[in-house]
């Protein structure tokens, strides 16, 4: 039996991790830790970016997205503009093993929960309605996203896990950007932008501004960086001075994007744009801790 590790973003991955190693320690399998993980902090009403008391689009509407993928098979699915479901990750689940498709979206992906015994029920909280409506007064139209301040709570929760057989699986969920257009999809619930899993290569996710990320298809290039012999964090490095190049060429530099990585033998490497400030969780036998992934910017060599 080979050692587990789970890996998540940003401080509240911390929540996904413990959950996660909890289950591996059991014996469960990569796929069923990450998830759990994952909805753990999908419950978590003080993380208004991701699952319940997400902060809302444009019109006052949480929309939500997520998806998951097994590494061994590559088998996978997702949702996106997902209404009133709590739990996106755990129904893009249900995508991958009910359907023969990747993603339903919107209308079609609420009746596909329905079916399948999701309850109906409003994701606001009256914490989340009166920081989406803080923010709305500030704002006259929608405008890009800028880079987060450290004070500020951000975005996609990812986890990705490799369990005690080697085997690896991933996670990818999200409330979107706050005051979206209604509709807006990021890089979350698309397979090999906000998430790649591959067991003879590694595992990948994306934070930060999703069309930055689905731009340079950010982690399935990682994941392929590490197939032709990139550690895990020399891949998370070359995704980011990718978004850096994209992003100057476009004129809208700086870049607001972070990325993790699990190579095959559980090996973790993290990177992110200057000024992200990414934190990400790693959970190992006997230890759980909070890491800072190293920031690359424009001129980085």
Known sequence: MADYV????????????????????????????????????????KVHSVGYAGLANAIGTVQLDACVMDGHSLACGAVA????????????????????HI????????????EHGFPLESLSTPESVAEWEKQRKTRKRWEPPKPPTPD???????????????MLGGVCTTSGLAHKLPGRV????????????????GAAGGTGVGEEIIRIGGSLTIVEAMRLGRTAQEACELAVRKANSVAVRRGVHPAS??????????????ACTERTKFE????????VELLKAREIGVNAT
């Open 6 to 45: 789970a890996i998540a973003t940003w401080p509240f991955g911390m929540t996904a991790v413990k959950i996660a190693a909890e289950l591996l320690e059991q014996g469960k399998a990569a796929l069923d830790a990450a998830v759990a993980g994952a909805q753990a902090v999908e419950d978590d009403p």
């Open 280 to 287: 990400y969780a790693v959970a190992r036998p006997g230890k």
């Open 186 to 201: 990021g890089d979350s619930p698309l397979i090999g932008h906000g998430l790649y899993v591959d067991n003879a290569a």
């Open 103 to 114: 993603l339903l979206v919107g209308e079609g992906a609420k009746l596909f929960g329905i």
């Open 81 to 100: 503009g997902l209404e009133n479901i709590r739990h996106p990750a755990a129904l893009a689940r249900l995508v991958m093993e009910k359907t023969p």
């Open 152 to 166: 500020q709570s951000h975005d996609t929760v990812a986890v990705l896990v490799r369990d005690g057989k080697g």
């Open 257 to 270: 994007v972070a990325f993790l990585a699990m190579d095959k033998q559980g090996r973790v490497g993290a």
